[in-house]
């Protein structure tokens, strides 16, 4: 929802949106003999961004594409790095592999598994899409191995959280919709009181609050509510929940990743990864397993301790929200899912 108070903030696209466009750029080159111009995609909210191509190259059975990363009004660390697609062909299937500047996993807890390039799970499906959308235009098949490079990104990388996470090499190939949208705190704290008073407008009793698309999706279906019940809040938990303190409704849903509803159980409201943390020596604590100490991730922690971790992050983040929250005498639950979108606890239903 925009803030028509202030001006629109241009949005960018996502390491993974430019990685598939120059995917499918250098299939067009290695199959059908010829770079395009530009290169148009879909992304998985229906968006059709064109990209321009910022490098060609091409041999003996292999083809490559760079696409120059616009983040929109949200220069992060990879605000106009080259993200560099090399395709050839190959047998069996889609194979990625991490090139210059792309980091490999080397720890568990990431969606990726140990060993993998690390290339997120929604831009390895956007490529793998490409790779049949075109096959079928020019009757190839689908065979082919994708190096995704970032010169530079081994440099850019030290300015994330990769190294602590075990991501070595490089950076991550990211996004779950292809679109960055600007990361300005006000504008979209902004946005979010916007969605409160519209849904106070409309009369709604129940709103809810996601830190992305997977959990609002989840918790969407559990309560089957209308559009404009699902408040944007990403990792705003405070701009949210303060705004709704001066104007309650009588029940208020959070939802999101274990990762994310453990810093709000331990009592962080700003659920950046730039600007909180999980502390796995208190989550140890707080299941009586010693080793949760040495998780990387908060799912790491999920998988080592089981059912039980995810039940009393989800009763400890509740507890927060009604300390905290709790005088305007809302109601409040938790959702908590996995990657996947599965509810694996609840708190206050």
């Known amino acids: 929802m925009t803030n028509n108070n202030a001006t629109e903030l241009?949005?960018?696209?996502?390491?993974?949106?430019?990685?598939?466009?120059?995917t499918k750029a250098a299939l067009m080159r290695l199959w059908s003999g010829a770079f395009p111009h530009d290169v148009g995609i879909t992304l998985p909210k229906g968006e059709t961004p064109v990209f321009p191509l910022a490098l060609t190259e091409a041999g003996e059975g292999w083809a490559r594409v760079?696409?120059?990363?616009?983040?929109?009004?949200?220069?992060?660390?990879?605000?106009?790095?080259?993200?560099?697609?090399?395709?050839?062909?190959?047998?069996?299937?889609?194979?990625f592999v991490a090139g210059d500047g792309v980091g490999t996993v080397t720890k568990a807890g990431l969606p990726i598994g140990v060993g993998e390039?690390?290339?997120?799970?929604?831009?390895?499906?956007?490529?793998?899409?490409?790779?049949?959308?075109?096959?079928?235009?020019?009757g190839q098949t689908p065979d082919v191995t994708i190096e995704v490079s970032v010169p530079g990104g081994l440099d850019l990388a030290k300015k994330t959280?990769?190294?602590?996470?075990?991501?070595?090499?490089?950076?991550?190939?990211?996004?779950?919709?292809?679109?960055?949208?600007?990361?300005?705190?006000?504008?979209?704290i902004a946005s979010i009181h916007r969605g409160?008073?519209?849904?106070?407008?409309?009369?709604?009793?129940?709103?809810?609050?996601?830190?992305?698309a997977t959990s609002e999706r989840a918790v969407q279906a559990l309560y089957d509510l209308p559009d404009h019940a699902m408040l944007d809040m990403g990792d705003f938990a405070g701009g949210m929940l303060k705004y709704l303190v001066k104007?309650?409704?009588?029940?208020?849903?959070?939802?999101?990743?274990?990762?994310?509803?453990?810093?709000?159980?331990?009592?962080?409201?700003?659920?950046?990864?730039g600007r909180s943390q999980v502390d796995f020596a208190a989550l140890a604590a707080l299941v009586g397993l010693p080793k949760v100490a040495r998780a990387n991730t908060a799912l790491e922690a999920y998988e080592m301790a089981g059912p039980e971790l995810a039940d009393k992050v989800a009763q400890g983040a509740l507890a927060q929200l009604n300390t905290r929250f709790g005088g305007a005498g809302m109601g409040f639950d938790i959702v908590v899912i996995d990657r996947d979108g599965t509810i694996i606890a609840r708190a206050g239903a």
Request: proline share 5%.
């Open 10 to 22: 241009r949005r960018g696209w996502t390491t993974g949106a430019c990685a598939t466009a120059a």
């Open 66 to 95: 760079g696409i120059t990363k616009d983040a929109g009004d949200d220069p992060d660390v990879t605000h106009g790095a080259l993200i560099v697609v090399t395709v050839s062909a190959s047998e069996g299937g889609v194979v």
């Open 117 to 138: 390039p690390a290339i997120n799970p929604v831009p390895r499906q956007m490529m793998t899409d490409v790779v049949s959308e075109v096959a079928e235009q020019v």
């Open 161 to 188: 959280w990769n190294p602590r996470l075990g991501i070595k090499g490089g950076l991550s190939i990211l996004g779950t919709t292809g679109v960055v949208r600007p990361f300005s705190c006000a504008a979209w």
């Open 196 to 212: 409160i008073d519209v849904a106070l407008a409309d009369g709604l009793t129940h709103v809810a609050g996601c830190t992305g």
């Open 247 to 273: 104007h309650p409704v009588a029940q208020v849903t959070v939802g999101g990743g274990i990762g994310k509803i453990t810093k709000l159980a331990q009592g962080a409201v700003d659920l950046h990864s």
